[in-house]
């Protein structure tokens, strides 16, 4: 059985907490290290359904991607979600752990993940930030070649859709067939012009704003918004994977309430 602390270090070592952006606050962020953790819970978030669900199951850890606390919090009272969310964590003695961006950007993090899930082949680096401790480079976002390439915008749409669950798809169509094709997890419309400076036809991301559909449809690139939840999410059950192979005495769980947040008709 592990302690939080040493669960701790193998996600440091999967993804470098000191490669996290400077605004972010990745890292462990509640609890007692030297914890015996024997039930771990991993979910994209830590809401209150996901801290009901962690103690119902006897867990000691929640290992989430999204920070459980992002900004410098004054109070922490009921009067506000993320203190209710604090408070239940300390109550019940639950621990949390967040990789954030440190594992966006980290090979076998959110971005090779979301890769991988949509079958690209080839598969390099949109954008490079460094090279961290270990000699391995890291950076946001990820391009590949198309499982299927000539596919029309529409028709990719709906595999995205069909490989992440998601809730839906929008997108602006380019006009060309898919052929090579940049992801980003999360909100990474910003980086349209290093899709088109890589050559690609396609960008599937989240968060897309509507001048970002404007730009990729008059340069002629596919601009597909898969959401949040559905482009990062892809790396939760290969976490637990990873997690239970080095540490087999530690049972991790797959956050089974968490879901997407909005519906769609």
């Known amino acids: 059985m592990a302690t939080v602390r040493e669960i701790y270090s193998y996600v440091d070592r999967l993804a470098p907490f000191a490669t996290q952006m400077d605004f972010d606050n990745a890292g462990f962020l509640v609890g007692r290290g030297d914890r015996r953790a024997d039930r771990v819970l991993v979910a994209l978030d830590i809401t209150e359904p996901v801290v009901r669900e962690a103690e119902e199951l006897g867990c000691q850890l929640i290992l989430s991607h999204h920070p459980v606390i992002f900004h410098p919090a004054k109070s ?3 009067e506000t979600v993320t203190g209710r969310v604090l408070l ?12 954030h961006t440190n594992l966006d950007a980290a090979a076998g993090g959110v971005n090779s993940c ?9 598969v390099g680096q949109l954008h490079q930030d460094g090279v961290d401790d270990q000699g391995r480079p890291y950076g946001i976002g990820r391009v590949g070649l198309a499982h299927r390439p000539g596919l029309t915008a ?29 992801v980003g997890g999360g909100s990474c419309g910003s980086m349209l012009a290093e899709a088109v400076a890589a050559g690609c036809d396609t960008f599937v991301t989240a968060d897309v704003k509507y001048d970002q559909y404007l730009e990729a449809k008059a340069l002629g690139v596919t601009l597909m918004d898969a959401g949040h939840y559905a482009t990062e999410n892809v790396v939760c059950a290969p976490l637990v994977r990873a997690l239970a192979g080095q540490f087999p005495g530690t049972e991790f769980l797959l956050s089974a309430c968490h879901r997407e947040v909005y519906g769609s008709v």
């Open 114 to 122: 979301l890769a991988e899930a949509l079958g690209l082949t080839g």
């Open 76 to 78: 922490i009272t009921d």
């Open 154 to 182: 529409e028709e990719y749409a709906a595999y995205v859709k069909e490989r992440l669950s998601a809730a839906s798809v929008r997108f602006a169509d380019g006009g060309r067939p898919v052929t090579k094709v940049a």
């Open 88 to 99: 239940a964590l300390t109550e019940h003695k639950i621990a949390a752990i967040c990789a």
